[in-house]
């Protein structure tokens, strides 16, 4: 099982590749990802699905992702014709009337009516292509009143671009269209010429197909090699057409998702909010889990060991030796509450990875594991502080879970650089099955590393063995 965390690829030391393709948690898409599932997988209705014994390129003018395709292609050009009309003829207004007060709210409404067309566009896309845009930003709209909404609608660049969509998607809707309805009806009618022969072999006079005429002679289809040579022709055309409608709705895919969904500083902000959300829980909970350790450990561990020191001067006097020994006793309480105060403050950040930095402190996690560790750094330079607190803390998570589920007998850690990452490497030779969808560590371990643009590649099979590869941006 692989499941793949954050946004983009990479590969390991031994030379195997990954990729993400943009899934959160427990395999759902990203919302705010665009993905085409067409691209995902190729089941039946798609050319390059596993299992067929016919190969692809028979099966595609069969298949129902060409007719779905197909069907995209028609849709276009009525659409592209209301669009086109609409765009131009509510913006001509618009532009006309801005000499008075009138064009402005006609011009916003204008836009808002390429946005809400473009909303009908991303549902057909979405519909016949597969291909799943996220909306826009929503309008931002501070104040209530038209004159605020109209504002808010011409700033927004989303409305200017669901515009520029109507307009070029017109040519391109007639051009695609032409395209395809005369490779189809060309194909399949050269391709079934054949039937149509034997069915009328005289019809209107004409003895089988003209190919060529004038007023002094005529060339006809109509001998049993000259047919043969039709439908081989109308073949090829019948098996190139479905490529060739799949290379238009491509770029009809490009216009809907560069024009119609959100920009990429959108997008981007909506991650970084995402991922501060991410950063601001998982601050919380470290400060609650510290504040629960020391409430329930040290702090607690101190109050009795106040306590048996108090009683333990009370005694000093009547009995020195009852006194003495509850003198040792606590100061071997004081032992046991310095031991947890370390432990918790190696926990917040380890001082030995400060002074001497992942080697050291990777060193140090393994020789408490409880099994064999084998520790690699490759690294000619640190990386900044809190990416190497990171690494630090995702290593020292994956061996705990070494050491409690995987029943490992061995396991290595390797780290070490590729360009402007951070990359890290934890194998062990465990039972494997570890699913980060199920809830567990892992799962908020990808979290962590999403927050900083990281990758969590987890490849477990049953039985195992468990790899689990980390990429983390370098930012030395």
Same mark, same amino acid.
Do not use: C
């Given at each position: 099982?692989?499941?793949?965390?954050?946004?983009?690829?990479?590969?390991?030391?031994?030379?195997?590749?990954?990729?993400?393709?943009?899934?959160?948690?427990?395999?759902?898409?990203?919302?705010?990802?665009?993905?085409?599932?067409?691209?995902?997988?190729?089941?039946?209705?798609?050319?390059?699905?596993?299992?067929?014994?016919?190969?692809?390129?028979?099966?595609?003018?069969?298949?129902?992702?060409?007719?779905?395709e197909f069907g995209y292609v028609l849709l276009g050009l009525p659409l592209g014709i209301l669009l086109f009309t609409y765009a131009v003829t509510t913006v001509s207004l618009g532009a006309g009337l801005l000499v008075t007060l009138l064009g402005i709210p006609v011009l916003a409404a204008a836009l808002a009516g390429c946005?809400?067309?473009?909303?009908?566009?991303?549902?057909?896309?979405?519909?016949?292509?597969?291909?799943?845009?996220a909306p826009p930003a929503p309008l931002r709209v501070r104040k209530h009143g038209v004159v605020a909404w109209t504002g808010a609608v011409l700033k927004s660049g989303a409305s200017w671009r669901a515009l520029l969509y109507a307009v070029l998607q017109f040519p391109w809707a007639v051009f695609s269209f032409v395209v395809s309805v005369t490779l189809w009806s060309t194909g399949w009618s050269l391709l079934t010429y054949p039937l149509w022969f034997w069915v009328f072999p005289m019809y209107g006079g004409q003895d089988g197909l003209q190919l060529y005429?004038?007023?002094t002679h005529s060339v006809y289809l109509n001998n049993p090699f000259e047919i043969t040579v039709t439908a081989l022709v109308g073949l090829l055309f019948t098996l190139a057409t479905p490529w060739i409608v799949r290379a238009?709705?491509?770029?009809?895919?490009v216009m809907v998702h560069g024009l119609l969904g959100p920009s990429r500083l959108a997008t981007r902000v909506v991650e970084l909010e995402?991922?501060?959300? =991410?950063? %601001? $829980?998982? /601050?919380?909970?470290?400060?609650?889990? &510290? +504040?629960?350790?020391?409430?329930?450990?040290?702090?607690?561990?101190?109050?009795?060991?106040?306590?048996?020191?108090?009683?333990?001067?009370?005694?000093?006097?009547?009995?020195?030796?009852?006194?003495?020994?509850?003198?040792?006793?606590?100061h071997g309480e004081v032992k046991t509450a310095l031991k947890e105060l370390r432990d918790l403050a190696r926990g917040i950040h380890p001082a030995v990875l400060t002074d001497r930095g992942l080697d050291a402190a990777l060193s140090s996690v393994a020789s408490r594991c409880a099994v064999p560790v084998t =520790?690699? %750094? $490759?690294? /000619?330079?640190?990386?900044?502080?809190? &990416? +190497?607190?990171?690494?630090?803390?995702?290593?020292?998570?994956?061996?705990?879970?070494?050491?409690?589920?995987?029943?490992?007998?061995?396991?290595?850690?390797?780290?070490?650089?590729a360009e402007n990452r951070l990359m890290l490497q934890v194998v062990d030779d465990g039972t494997g099955g570890a699913d980060v969808t199920a809830g567990s560590g892992l799962a908020g371990l990808a979290?962590?590393?999403?927050?900083?643009?990281?990758?969590?590649?987890?490849d477990s099979p049953?039985?195992?063995?468990?790899?689990?590869?980390?990429?983390l941006p370098w930012r030395g």
């Open positions: 099982m692989i499941t793949e965390y954050g946004y983009g690829q990479g590969q390991g030391r031994d030379g195997r590749s990954y990729r993400h393709h943009g899934d959160t948690d427990a395999g759902r898409p990203d919302p705010h990802s665009t993905y085409d599932r067409y691209d995902r997988y190729d089941g039946p209705d798609g050319f390059d699905g596993p299992g067929h014994r016919v190969p692809a390129v028979l099966r595609a003018p069969f298949a129902g992702r060409t007719w779905r946005r809400g067309f473009g909303a009908l566009e991303r549902a057909r896309a979405r519909g016949l292509l597969g291909l799943d845009v005429g004038d007023e238009l709705t491509t770029v009809d895919r995402s991922d501060r959300g =991410v950063v %601001v $829980d998982t /601050a919380a909970a470290d400060l609650r889990r &510290i +504040e629960r350790d020391l409430h329930d450990g040290a702090q607690a561990r101190l109050v009795a060991l106040a306590m048996d020191l108090g009683l333990a001067r009370e005694k000093l006097s009547e009995d020195p030796e009852v006194a003495a020994r509850m003198v040792d006793e606590a =520790v690699e %750094v $490759d690294l /000619a330079r640190r990386p900044a502080a809190a &990416i +190497e607190g990171i690494a630090y803390f995702t290593v020292s998570e994956l061996l705990q879970n070494i050491s409690k589920h995987s029943g490992a007998r061995s396991a290595s850690v390797d780290v070490w650089r979290e962590r590393l999403d927050a900083v643009d990281g990758i969590l590649v987890v049953a039985g195992g063995p468990t790899k689990v590869t980390a990429e």
